[in-house]
């Protein structure tokens, strides 16, 4: 009898199921009113008292087992169900998903760039650790210039031609230097300024120059390209251009563009002028195109330069440059319904 009992013991230990039924039918053969434990029960008397307590004992684990595994089962079944209920429910709302936000320089940056392109410019790229040639000489900017000055550069160690590029005028140079004309292209990129840190001005800031060069390229050709970008950029078409002085420009010029004083804001923006400075710009230096392996004698052509991180400011209504650089969560977060 006792090894009738260690047998069953043993089919409960390996029974597995995942049908309902199967289960169910288990459940009344072991553990039912007619059941084989109600069977071994009714056994128990007629067993040798030398034996009762080893009998008594595995009839008691046969009962434990079984009844634990029906338990397990039907609990496994229950997840399962459960959870092919949850996939089945179409209706059910979806998890919230976190999407993230563009910085609003990236933001201001496309913006620049799709406007651009839309006139047949395309985008180059160069490295922000550049030499001296590119940043500096190329541009007619050579050694002792005193026009070095007005970019406070930042030179790696000491060696004085491994220098953070103080504009993006370099990959222009970079880019003459490897495409003939026509040219017609735009850099965007960070470059770096040993600045005194501020609301308005920080140690590095990201730039967007363009440059065209082809045949009889002229400063009429210049000025209807400025006046097409901030009409796109701003809503506003009205521009003034002041002479000015670049060393790689000649004639130089300083680009406003008239914001208007209808708020506080615009009066603390433009100084109480309606007058706001965008960039600067100017035909560039015959030199320049020489440096660069451009025939001066054919070809002429036009750069500018600007500050998107200003931009950026004053679009977006940012009272501080800093919150730009210092990547706090709830200032970001604000841009998601931008671009
Ligand atoms: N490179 C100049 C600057 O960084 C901007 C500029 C570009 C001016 C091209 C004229 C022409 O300030």
Redesign the pocket.
Known sequence: MIDELKKHLEIVNNFSSDSPETIEAFRIEYLGKKGLLTHFFSEFKNIAPKNKKEFGQTINELKNKATNKVNDLKQQLEKKDGLNKAFKDLTRPSEPLEIGARHPISIVKNQIIDIFSRIGFNVSEGPEIEDDWHNFTA?NLPEHHPARD??DTFFIQTNPDVLLR????SV?VRYMENNKPPIRTISPGR?YRNEAISARSHCFFH?V???YIDKNVSFADLKQTLQFFTTELFGKSKIRLRP?Y?P??EP??EVDVYWGLESETDYKMTKGTGWLEI????M?DPNVLENCGIDSNIYSG??????IDRIALLLHQISDIRLLSENDIRFLEQFKSAL
Not at 166 to 169: I, N, R, Y
Not at 279 to 282: A, L, R, S
């Open positions: 541009l007005m970019q103080t504009h993006t005028s222009q470059v730039q120059e363009g440059l000015s670049f790689f420009t130089s010029a960039m600067g710009c100017g560039v036009f750069a500018f330069g600007m500050g």
